[in-house]
DNA sequence: AAAACTACCTGAGTGC
DNA sequence: TGCACTCAGGTAGTTT
């Protein structure tokens, strides 16, 4: 589920209820993510959340000690709801706040992950590969058209690669690729500097948009006060069974990569 | 070095 | 109803 969007959703639905509060109580249903919960992770009673952001699709919620990193994982939620409400099926962590509130995050395939750190997040392993994020300057046309030279690889799997831009994921580079016009299969190598810079205005364009309706649930993700997200409703390819919207071709399903693709063969070339 | 593939999970949907 | 099967928003790690 969860992309750029859904998290960006997320950390704005969260941040007025944990900024600034001090972490009560904290309780591990089942540690079982993606890595295990470490018990440092969780030894964070007492402590105040003194600021949530974002790093590609990682959470960073910064205490006034150390920093707890999320990731929504692809079937991941969170909530915030009153201390005592009965827990979910597959709520496995809980943050319970001296206001009364409480952090809920619920993971049905348990690929998210919590992980604790006393420095730097950014320098984590996991975070200090990542690319420029596509909404910040750093992702410019000339960026964008070095890493693609002399690339053999589909411009999909290019946007994809976290490493090269974060946050674009599945949902996300086939609308943007809708958008730009471009057919996701192609060399990123040959792709002109001029469309490059068409597919990252659309990227961009997409996520704002994407963000904007409070990200797109297919199953599981919500928003935190458990409204669904409703980009769902202006997806253009993905998973759309109707022809295109523009020509009436059929949308075409490929697979790459073990992802499926979504595109009009006549729209995007 | 880069591309291709595997693995980690549960649940929804489909076809018989 | 139920069983067997496929597929799903991510990504680290391994193999080719």
């Not at 290019?158 to 994921?169: E, H, K, Y």
Request: charged share 25%; aromatic share 6%.
């Amino acid at each position: 589920m969860p992309e750029l969007p859904e998290v960006e959703t997320t950390i704005r639905g969260i941040a007025p209820h944990v900024c600034g509060q001090k972490i009560k109580r904290v309780i591990v249903r089942d540690s079982r993510l993606r890595w295990p919960v470490a018990k440092e992770t969780i030894e964070i009673q007492g402590r105040m959340i003194e600021a949530v952001s974002r790093r590609g699709k990682y959470i960073l919620m910064q205490l006034d000690q150390g920093t707890l990193i999320w990731h929504l994982g692809m079937s991941g939620s969170m909530r915030i709801l009153p201390v005592g409400t009965p827990p979910e099926k597959h709520e496995h962590i809980e943050l319970q706040l001296c206001s009364g509130l409480a952090l809920k995050f619920r993971d049905p395939r348990r690929f998210g992950a919590l992980l604790y750190t006393d420095k730097d997040p950014l320098q984590h392993r996991l975070l200090s590969q990542l690319g420029p994020e596509p909404l910040s300057h750093d992702f410019s046309t000339d960026y964008l058209y070095a890493a693609c030279r002399n690339k053999g690889a589909a411009i999909k799997s290019v946007i994809m690669n976290s490493r090269i831009v974060t946050g674009v994921g599945n949902i996300y580079a086939c609308e943007a690729l809708f958008s730009a016009g471009i057919d996701p299969t192609r060399k990123a190598g040959g792709i002109s500097k001029k469309r490059l810079a068409i597919l990252i205005e659309a990227i961009r364009d997409t996520l704002r948009a994407a963000i904007q309706r409070g990200g797109t649930t297919l199953q599981n993700f919500t928003q935190v006060d458990g409204k669904p997200g409703y980009f769902r409703h202006s997806l253009q390819v993905y998973g759309v069974k109707e022809p295109c919207g523009v020509c009436g071709t059929a949308i075409r399903q490929v697979v790459q990569g073990q992802r499926s693709s979504y595109y009009c063969p006549k729209c995007q070339t």
